[in-house]
């Protein structure tokens, strides 16, 4: 019964193209609303638990009247994506339903908090906005296919790791290790690539930066880049295989050098300065998945010319 439910939504969209894009709109949107929550507190619970693992190793490694001494927080109160509620940064006023529909309730509100009338950063319903586009071009681009609910999920798991890692330079394990099992699963039910193409994917994409970072470690005795870099390539190598690998560093590459020089010159900041090359990374990937096979096509047509 569920196959045939399916069968016959599949085929619903299939001939109602609106319908199709409208369901698309609306739960992207709402994703949106919940990638802002993704955003901003995932890493603070990392955080937290990086903190509660401090403490239980200074517990046995201190005597407990100088733990007494330097434990002077309150006890940790339940903080992950569900709870608490959310409120307003400036006055701590709960957020009702109605304030939180995704783009209207921003510009219903003036963009303004509805209690202190404290300014509401423009970056959530752009946030919201971003993730609609984005799951919009998904699907006009592989239309109603398995792939599409597939690589949705992947566009909205890099829209939470493309904001993670410009806050903190940070691509966490909690999105990025899903992300990678989720590939190698996709390919043992026939949604992307063969199984072992995925895995050597895989290993070839970790290994690639891998290897870079060891390098430029070596030469210069600085980190270029983190490990969360090396395991989101492995993901894009596990999805699309070996062979998309070279194009997704370079894009990447010249996507970074270009908008990070132009970025720290706007600032004022030494060229020196770090910047998380993790978005980069998941743009050029993210282009890869839908354009790849044109733009390799339009690359060797151009060389052979």
């Known amino acids: 019964m569920d196959s045939l439910m399916l069968q016959e939504l599949i085929t619903l969209y299939q001939q109602q193209a609106c319908f199709f894009y409208l369901t698309i709109a609306l739960v992207s949107l709402a994703v949106?609303?919940?990638?802002?929550?993704?955003?901003?507190?995932?890493?603070?619970?990392?955080?937290?638990?990086?903190q509660q693992?401090?403490?239980?190793l200074l517990e046995d490694e201190l005597p407990k009247n100088q733990l007494d001494a330097n434990n002077t927080e309150t006890p940790a109160t339940i903080f992950n994506l569900a709870v608490p509620a959310s409120t307003c940064p400036k006055c701590s006023s709960k957020i009702k339903a109605w304030?939180?529909?995704?783009?209207?309730?921003?510009?219903?509100?003036?963009?303004?908090?509805?209690?202190?009338k404290n300014p509401i950063s423009m970056r959530y319903p752009s946030i919201e906005l971003l993730t609609m586009v984005?799951?919009?071009?998904?699907?006009?681009?592989?239309?109603?296919?398995?792939?599409?609910?597939?690589?949705?999920?992947v566009?909205?798991?890099?829209?939470?790791?493309?904001?993670?890692?410009?806050?903190?330079?940070?691509?966490p394990d909690q999105i990025t290790l899903p992300l990678l099992w989720l590939g190698l699963l996709a390919s043992i039910f026939g949604l992307t690539?063969?199984?072992?193409?995925?895995?050597?994917?895989?290993?070839?994409?970790?290994?690639?930066?891998?290897?870079v970072y060891w390098l430029f470690k070596l030469a210069t005795?600085?980190?270029g880049m983190g490990y969360g870099d090396f395991k989101l390539m492995a993901v894009f190598g596990a999805l699309l295989g070996w062979q998309a690998l070279p194009m997704i560093i370079l894009l990447s590459s010249l996507v970074g050098a270009v908008i990070g020089i132009t970025l720290l010159s706007i600032?004022?900041?030494?060229?020196?300065?770090?910047?998380?090359?993790?978005?980069?990374?998941?743009?050029?990937?993210?282009?890869?998945?839908?354009?790849?096979?044109?733009?390799?096509?339009?690359?060797y047509s151009l060389i052979l010319a």
């Open 155 to 171: 566009t909205w798991a890099l829209i939470a790791l493309i904001f993670i890692d410009i806050d903190h330079m940070l691509l």
């Open 134 to 153: 984005a799951s919009l071009t998904v699907a006009a681009v592989l239309g109603v296919t398995e792939q599409t609910v597939l690589y949705l999920g």
């Open 267 to 299: 600032q004022g900041k030494d060229k020196a300065t770090p910047i998380p090359f993790g978005p980069y990374i998941a743009i050029a990937g993210w282009v890869a998945i839908l354009w790849g096979t044109e733009i390799s096509i339009a690359y």
């Open 221 to 223: 005795g600085k980190e």
């Open 193 to 211: 690539i063969e199984p072992a193409q995925a895995i050597i994917g895989a290993a070839l994409g970790y290994l690639s930066f891998w290897s």
């Open 99 to 116: 304030q939180n529909i995704p783009v209207i309730s921003w510009l219903i509100l003036r963009g303004k908090c509805a209690y202190c």
């Open 32 to 50: 949106g609303s919940f990638l802002n929550v993704v955003i901003y507190r995932l890493p603070v619970m990392m955080q937290n638990e990086w």
């Open 53 to 56: 693992d401090c403490r239980l």
